[in-house]
C-alpha cells in the first residue's frame, strides 16, 4: 500500500493523500510516485522547524490524551523507546540484507507510534523510510536509516530529562 495516512488520522493528512492518488481529467498517466505532495513536504519541514524550536517530542501530543498525568507520560514514552529501540534493531538488519519489504514494514510502524507519542521528526523519517523502501529507492533508504539513530537519541535524551 502506497496511499495511506498515519494513525492519529488527521483530516489535512487525509485529503491531501486522497487528493495525490486522485487523477484530473487530462493529465498523463504516470507512477503514482511521480505526483508530489506539496502539503506533504511542508508538513516534513515544518515538523523539523517545531524539533528546533520545541525538541524531538511534542509534549502537547501526549497531554492532549493524558492531560496532567506526568506518570502516565513518563510510561507511555518508556514504553515508546523500547518499543523504538527494537524496531531500529529491526530496520538496521533489514538494511543489512537489503530487505526493502522488512524495512518498509518496520518503518511503517515506528511512522504511527512516533506520531502518537508526539516524536514528528522521527514520523516524518519513518514516513520517508517507508516511501522509499515501497520503491526500492535505496539512495532514500541509505538517507533516512542513517538519520535514524539520531533522532531516537534525541527522543532519548529527552525521555530521560522529562
Known amino acids: 500500500m502506497q496511499g495511506f495516512v498515519a494513525k492519529p488520522v488527521e483530516p489535512d493528512a487525509l485529503f491531501s493523500t486522497v487528493i495525490k492518488w486522485l487523477r484530473k481529467p ?6 503514482a510516485s511521480e ?3 506539496p502539503k506533504e513536504a511542508a508538513a516534513a519541514a515544518q515538523s523539523r522547524q517545531n524539533e528546533d524550536q520545541q525538541g524531538p517530542v511534542d509534549p502537547q501530543a501526549l497531554a492532549l490524551v493524558f492531560e496532567n498525568d506526568q506518570e502516565s507520560q513518563r510510561d507511555i514514552l518508556q514504553k515508546f523507546m523500547n518499543q523504538a529501540d527494537s524496531i531500529l534493531v529491526e530496520v538496521e538488519a533489514a538494511h543489512g540484507r537489503r530487505d526493502c ?10 511512522k504511527s507510534s512516533a506520531r502518537t507519542v508526539g516524536a514528528g521528526h522521527l514520523a516524518d ?5 517507508e516511501l522509499a523502501a515501497g520503491e526500492s529507492d535505496w539512495n532514500g533508504i541509505d538517507d533516512q536509516v542513517a538519520g535514524m539513530r539520531p533522532a531516537i537519541e534525541a527522543i532519548r535524551d529527552y525521555v530521560k530529562r522529562f
Open 125 to 129: 523519517l519513518s514516513l520517508a523510510l
Open 35 to 37: 505526483v508530489k505532495a
Open 26 to 31: 487530462g493529465d498523463p498517466v504516470g507512477r
Open 101 to 110: 519489504e522488512q524495512i518498509r514494514f518496520q518503518s511503517h510502524k515506528l
